[in-house]
């Protein structure tokens, strides 16, 4: 088949949407299937201030939330010309991956499916982007519900999504969790000391690493809060984070107010291929998401490319992480906010690397035998031909 891969978000962009799009075009190709992306990177920067971004900024300035949906709209028309100029391709079916990248796609006229990564209009509230009960907030759940029901498939990444669509429009989903290239995230502990050197961090630092974008439903002020207390312990201890979102300047604040500039590192968005060189060099991997406007973690691409890089995990018991993650078996599940428990877990893990290493290594089988990015290819694939009948 040939196959296009849509969305009205930039790509590539550090953030789990990218990271999938990526990995399952990996895993179709390598079924034989030739494979396109197109995202709002394609259209030149200048276009997308004059349409998008520029105009935002000035109505989010008269309402909040009014911003928001003027720019997904502009998106959605930039994308459909983007898929109209490339129909002489003859793609055979479009995968949408946001909501207004299934406009787009149905617009243009193409066979369309659409993967669902998440909760559009609640994360907008939660990213405080929209108010909640807002006009807007319910203008973008409506929309939500328009897609649902007129794509042809809708695939989910996790059970919990595949429920929400399923209350709000009446449409059943199928539910494909998350996945990883497992050739590329594998465990490489063997050059940690050589990705020390490269990256500056002390050869005998105990390393914490955060790959979360900064964002309020990621919890990631919560290893700033616990790490004190590990502090305390492990003075050599050091939590490092990749990411960038709005929650940057907050956690700034907090590090000064802790006395912590010493101690943490803000690494900003980095390539995604540098992340295995972090995972490589931590001895510790933390994904501390937590519930927040109704929005709560998926299938955590994070928690699985660490798990699949032979690093021990500590992640909050929220959402799909409870899914992917069997507490002291294959990682370590905290409640989430719980600053002291989290404080603990992170202690007991340096404490006991022999354990750590048992549960990175139960959790590097897990992934090889459930979360291969072929084996997800193939079940997208028998989708897309249902959806083509």
């Known amino acids: ?49 004059l349409k998008a971004r520029g105009p935002s900024f000035i109505l989010n300035k008269v309402a909040k939330g009014k911003g928001i949906i003027w720019s997904r709209k502009a998106r959605k028309k930039m994308l459909q010309r983007l898929i109209e100029a490339n129909k002489h391709k003859d793609y055979d079916i479009v995968n949408a991956q946001d909501v207004y990248a299934t406009f787009a796609s149905l617009d243009a006229g193409l066979p369309t499916v659409s993967t669902v990564h998440g909760y559009m209009a609640f994360e907008a509230v939660s990213a405080g982007s929209v108010l909640e009960n807002s006009p807007e907030a319910k203008y973008l ?64 630092d105990k390393v914490f690493f955060v790959p979360r974008r900064l964002t309020k439903k990621n919890g990631v ?6 790490f004190p207390k590990v502090l305390e312990k492990y003075p050599n201890a050091k939590l490092i984070y990749a990411g960038s979102g709005e929650a940057l300047e907050d956690m700034k604040k907090l590090i000064a107010e802790k006395n912590l500039e010493n101690s943490i590192q803000l690494l900003g968005p980095i390539p995604h291929q ?44 929220v959402g799909g992480l409870k899914e992917i993650v069997h507490h002291n078996e294959d990682g370590l599940l905290v409640e989430e906010r719980n600053v002291g428990e989290l404080s603990e877990a992170m202690i007991e893990l340096l404490d006991n690397p022999e354990k750590g290493n048992q549960l990175a290594m139960n959790a590097r089988e897990k992934i090889e035998a459930e979360y291969s990015h072929v084996a997800a290819a193939e079940k997208y694939e028998q989708i897309y031909l249902s959806a083509l009948k």
Do not use: W
């Open 274 to 317: 540098q992340i295995k060189e972090f995972f490589a060099l931590s001895n510790v991997v933390l994904v501390p998401s937590i519930h927040s406007a109704g929005v709560e973690e998926a299938t955590s691409i994070s928690a699985l490319e660490a798990m699949g890089s032979g690093v021990p995990l500590i992640a909050c018991a």
């Open 1 to 49: 088949m040939k196959i296009l891969l849509a969305t009205v978000f930039d790509y590539p962009h550090p953030g789990g949407l990218s990271t999938h799009v990526t990995t399952l075009k990996a895993g179709l190709e390598a079924r034989g299937h030739i494979v396109d992306i197109l995202s709002i990177s394609d259209i030149p920067k200048s276009t997308q201030t």
């Open 141 to 204: 759940q409506e929309k939500e519900i328009e897609a649902f029901q007129k794509t042809r498939k809708v695939i989910t990444v996790d059970q919990r999504i595949k429920d929400y669509v399923l209350k709000q429009a009446g449409v059943e989903g199928n539910a494909i969790r998350n996945f990883i290239n497992i050739d590329d995230f594998k465990p490489d502990t063997t050059k940690k000391q050589e990705y020390r050197s490269k990256h500056q961090v002390n050869q005998d």
């Open 221 to 226: 002020i919560y290893p700033i809060l616990s």
